[in-house]
């Protein structure tokens, strides 16, 4: 009987030795990571919040929150993480409003010019219209007399040679004449190492963003890359390096301050490229909402 106690007592302390040597569930939690998209893990290290995160991650779930139970040392980490992500959130805001400004600039002068155009094209029909109408039926009338068809055939020559007169004109009136930006933004100039100016500026967690490649995209290059890919791609800029490609970046790059008189084609390339920056940088906003949203969930 004492032998069978003995067993039984030794069975007890031992499962209570095992129990004490066994981490608390909450520690279990906290070795698995957070559910981190690979897009929020990658900002999550470019704004330097990852070793951040391990530490949050290491401290017991009743203690790392949120809740009532969460201890002074994870609140620290969650306030230093939430600092980080949304300095990172406001500086791509302050990139993107930037880019808004110099594309609704972009727009105006597009409108404008346009407007131009059209006005001057209705006018130009109008005028070939009136003087191929009147030297046609001038030109029929003297035809009825002997006397006067020399005089006829002359006038039908000179009001077709007007009518080709205007139709050139036309051509040339389809591109809408030019106009230099006055205190617009360049915000392209960064990806041609052209020089900037009025704000023309990537603070460096962007930029950074901006020179890493998509997570699991590897191949493809990086987001700045990828931007050069679709403007070749959509003809915005030519792929092979000449003075003609060299002068439309000029041109798509250019400063207040040069004067450079855009066209229509260029101001359409120009807030073409600036809007898909811009795509790149709401991406960027939705990685750090989702970093955000996990760690308000854990």
Known sequence: MKLLYSALWFIIFSIS???QALPPAG????????????????VAQLIGVGDL???????????????????????????QITEAVLTASLE????????????ERLADVRNLLEARRDRALQINSLANLMTGGASGILGTAL????????????????????ATLFSLIGIHQQQGGKYALRETPNMLAPFFERAAEYH?????????????????????????????KEWV???RIDEKESAKSQDKIAFLTSRSSEGRRLTIDLLSDRAAMLASVKVWLELMKR????????????
């Open 200 to 228: 023309t500026t990537y603070p460096e967690i962007v930029w950074r963003y901006l020179e890493s490649p998509v997570p699991g995209e590897l191949d493809q290059g990086t987001r700045r890359e990828r931007l050069h």
């Open 27 to 42: 520690d279990a939690a906290a070795a698995t990571q957070f559910n981190l998209s690979p897009g929020a893990r990658q």
């Open 92 to 103: 791509a805001d302050g990139v993107i409003a930037e880019i808004d400004g110099e594309s």
């Open 143 to 162: 035809q009825f007399k002997d006397s006067t068809a020399t005089a006829g055939n002359w006038v039908s020559i000179a009001g077709g040679s007007l």
């Open 53 to 79: 995160i391990e530490q949050l991650q290491s401290l017991p779930e009743r203690e790392r929150g949120p809740g009532a139970g969460m201890s002074m040392e994870a609140m620290m980490l969650r306030q």
């Open 17 to 19: 030795i095992a129990a």
């Open 287 to 298: 990685d750090l909402s989702k970093l955000m949203l996990a760690l308000r969930t854990h």
């Open 233 to 235: 791609k959509f003809g």
